[in-house]
């Protein structure tokens, strides 16, 4: 393992336990509120829904993965695979989210969310294009975009479920 990623260690620990914890609360948040994401018009929510997992399950993966023993070359190319995975999933997402009507509060939010969550992916391709090209410095960048990751998700996650509040179908 080259001493970059050795000057990470304890880093991407704690980013893998603050991901898996994120993740876990995100599942308990998402099934008190079941009801109101099943309901099919509410679509937007789900989709929304889906963008925070996967900036969790993004973050846990670029933790695991550069906890093992690899080179930097090694590592970029994991990270790009994932990176790549995640943007067709999160166009997915975005698409359903963005087409989704019906709903009686300001869209401006999800837009945003979308919007940004765009120029995110751009910046995490280009982070795992700098790991594969061996630059330390890149490691900055992935690291940061993981930390700016889970802030957006914590941020996401608490305008979903305070949006779920005022929609029909909702738990007791």
Known sequence: MPDELLAWRDFYVSLVTASAALLGLLFVALSLHIR????????????????????????????????????????????????????????AAARAGLRATGLGFARNITIAQFVAGFGFVIVTIASAIGVIAEQPVALFVVGGTAIIGLLWGVFNTWELIFRMQNVGGQDG
């Open 36 to 91: 109101a994401l099943t309901d099919p018009r509410n679509a937007e929510l789900r989709s929304v829904a889906r963008s925070i997992f996967l900036g969790y399950v993004g973050a846990l993966g670029i933790g695991f993965f550069a906890l093992l023993p690899q080179t930097l070359r090694a590592l970029g190319i994991e990270l790009l695979v994932l990176f790549v995975v995640s943007t067709i999933l999160f166009v």
